[in-house]
């Protein structure tokens, strides 16, 4: 007998790959996706979900009767949820407010108790998520926290079974690999596994607009996170599961390029993935036409679309959003066509003096700075100039280097006059990013002058 397991749990893993066919051009890379969402529980989170639950069962972290509280953005916990009933262990998920509603129910399905929690609070703030899951496992007797976000088992599991199988799927034969950042597990461990047998092959980590890390990997600073709308990747916080020394490059994502690409995907590849996935395979598709036909990208898709059907996968919910075609009032691009400007940046390595003087020369208070080829690293302050001197710590001869600050309000081409709207809210200028680079920076009356033209016209 072929595929006939003793329980659900054995059925986890030996995911397939599948091969875009219409996504890429004639002169792209190949590209395969990993789909995760044909693990029993629907998610790449079953793995880990195994893997945490059989380590503390023989430490003796979990104890029979147990109770497992964690906090999650649904799919760790469906895959602890469905670990739990074969086992016969009891649960409760804290989840953020912004999860889908399909989430919260698969959850409570499954026997969970759901405590939900705000989404836009710190992520040290008792209402969190994070730190709501600890007081209930501190409160309740017989409680494991699994810890997925610092948990050295959650990269583990990655190393031991998603890395491996990639890796014999294709005999090695690969040259990207792309994986969503979120707790940074899947990277970590599948990205570990893949420097170790190839150290050519490169890492490329997906990153929601909105969440730290990419400035964090750029500049090695904690910046300020904003509320952004797809699920389970991007964080507030640096999480210890999350390992950039195996990362060779992070991309950012926007909401809509996230869930146009995953609509894209089910109806031109019949591929039925979750916002997650739609942002690896935007990215995998913008890598698949830089690095050109005869390389080959492995992307995974960590959940299926089936959670988010009241959500991007709605019409009526992507044009409330403003993410469909319907532009409204315009775009970015917009606004960048009307209004040409040079854009002014600074250098890595470049020095304070020179940096001041061009600023003064120009009129303006911050400049993007970028790396010798043009890739985008982050932005420098008129005050953060200011302090270093002030402090007496830094010299008009010193680089700029160690004040450079992480990207904050960036925004794409394609992101319409609401959403700059709410980015002006938060910041003082939106910084429009062209893939890897820095296309224009944008302020408010930038905006403010477009719109009395649309109007006057």
Same mark, same amino acid.
């Given at each position: 007998?072929?595929?006939?397991?003793d329980n659900v749990l054995d059925a986890i893993g030996n995911t397939p790959l599948i091969k875009l066919n219409k996504l890429t051009g004639p002169n792209d890379a190949t590209v395969?996706?990993?789909?995760?969402?044909?693990?029993?529980?629907?998610?790449?989170?079953?793995?880990?979900?195994?893997?945490?639950?059989?380590?503390?069962?023989?430490?003796?972290?979990?104890?029979?009767?147990?109770?497992?509280?964690?906090?999650?953005?649904?799919?760790?916990?469906?895959?602890?949820?469905?670990?739990?009933?074969?086992?016969?262990?009891? =649960?409760?998920?804290? %989840?953020?407010?912004?999860?889908?509603?399909?989430?919260?129910?698969?959850?409570?399905?499954?026997?969970?108790?759901?405590?939900?929690? +705000?989404?836009?609070?710190?992520?040290?703030?008792?209402?969190?998520?994070?730190?709501?899951?600890?007081?209930?496992?501190?409160?309740?007797?017989? @409680?494991?926290? &699994?810890?997925?976000? !610092?948990? +050295?088992?959650?990269?583990?599991? !990655?190393?031991?079974?998603?890395?491996p199988e990639i890796w014999s799927q294709l005999d090695g034969k690969f040259d990207y690999f792309v994986s969503g950042l979120g707790t940074g597990g899947t990277m970590s461990g599948?990205?570990k596994f893949f420097k170790e047998k190839n150290p050519a092959i490169q890492n490329v980590g997906v990153d929601p607009i909105g969440s730290i890390y990419t400035g964090y990997f750029?500049?090695?600073?904690?910046?300020? @996170? !904003?509320?952004?709308?797809?699920?389970?990747?991007?964080?507030?916080?640096?999480?210890? @599961?999350?390992?950039?020394?195996?990362?060779?490059?992070?991309?950012?994502?926007?909401?809509?390029?996230?869930?146009? @690409?995953?609509?894209?995907?089910?109806?031109?590849?019949?591929?039925?993935?979750?916002?997650?996935?739609?942002?690896?395979? !935007?990215?995998?598709?913008?890598?698949?036409?830089?690095?050109?036909?005869?390389?080959?990208?492995?992307?995974?898709? &960590?959940?299926?679309?089936?959670?988010?059907?009241?959500?991007?996968?709605?019409?009526?919910?992507?044009?409330?959003?403003?993410?469909?075609?319907?532009?409204?009032?315009?775009?970015?691009?917009?606004?960048?066509?009307?209004?040409?400007?040079?854009?002014?940046?600074?250098?890595?390595?470049?020095?304070?003096?020179?940096?001041?003087?061009?600023?003064?020369?120009?009129?303006?208070?911050?400049?993007?700075?970028?790396?010798?080829?043009? =890739?985008?690293?982050?932005?420098?302050?008129?005050?953060?100039?200011?302090?270093?001197?002030?402090?007496?710590?830094?010299? %008009?001869?010193?680089?700029?280097?160690?004040?450079?600050?992480?990207?904050?309000?960036?925004?794409?081409?394609?992101?319409?006059?609401?959403?700059?709207?709410?980015?002006?809210?938060?910041?003082?200028?939106?910084?429009?990013?062209?893939?890897?680079?820095?296309?224009?920076?944008?302020?408010?009356?930038?905006?403010?002058?477009?719109?009395?033209?649309?109007?006057?016209?």
């Open positions: 007998m072929h595929n006939v397991y395969y996706v990993k789909c995760e969402f044909m693990n029993p529980g629907g998610a790449i989170k079953d793995r880990m979900a195994l893997h945490m639950i059989k380590k503390a069962e023989a430490d003796g972290r979990l104890k029979p009767g147990g109770t497992i509280v964690e906090n999650t953005s649904g799919n760790t916990g469906f895959g602890l949820a469905m670990v739990a009933a074969v086992r016969g262990y009891k =649960t409760i998920f804290t %989840m953020p407010d912004k999860m889908s509603t399909e989430k919260v129910n698969r959850l409570k399905a499954m026997g969970a108790q759901v405590v939900v929690t +705000p989404t836009n609070v710190p992520a040290d703030d008792p209402r969190s998520y994070y730190e709501t899951a600890k007081r209930l496992a501190r409160e309740t007797p017989g @409680a494991f926290y &699994p810890n997925q976000y !610092h948990s +050295p088992d959650n990269i583990e599991a !990655h190393y031991l079974t998603t890395g599948a990205g750029k500049t090695g600073k904690i910046g300020e @996170a !904003h509320v952004y709308k797809v699920e389970g990747i991007g964080e507030d916080m640096v999480c210890a @599961a999350m390992d950039f020394k195996v990362v060779d490059q992070v991309r950012q994502v926007d909401d809509r390029q996230s869930f146009v @690409a995953a609509r894209r995907l089910a109806r031109e590849e019949g591929v039925f993935g979750g916002g997650s996935s739609g942002a690896a395979v !935007h990215v995998a598709l913008e890598l698949a036409k830089e690095v050109g036909k005869g390389k080959s990208i492995v992307v995974v898709l &960590p959940d299926s679309g089936s959670s988010y059907i009241s959500k991007f996968y709605s019409d009526e919910w992507m044009r409330d959003n403003g993410f469909l075609e319907d532009k409204g009032p315009g775009t970015v691009a917009d606004i960048m066509k009307a209004r040409p400007q040079k854009l002014l940046t600074a250098e890595k390595g470049q020095k304070i003096g020179q940096v001041i003087e061009l600023m003064k020369k120009n009129g303006i208070s911050q400049m993007p700075v970028v790396q010798a080829d043009g =890739t985008a690293l982050g932005m420098i302050h008129e005050y953060d100039l200011l302090n270093g001197l002030v402090a007496g710590n830094h010299k %008009m001869t010193d680089a700029i280097d160690t004040l450079i600050a992480p990207l904050q309000g960036v925004v794409t081409k394609e992101t319409t006059i609401p959403q700059l709207r709410q980015v002006f809210a938060q910041d003082n200028v939106a910084v429009v990013r062209e893939g890897q680079r820095v296309a224009a920076v944008v302020s408010k009356i930038d905006l403010i002058d477009y719109l009395a033209a649309q109007s006057a016209s």
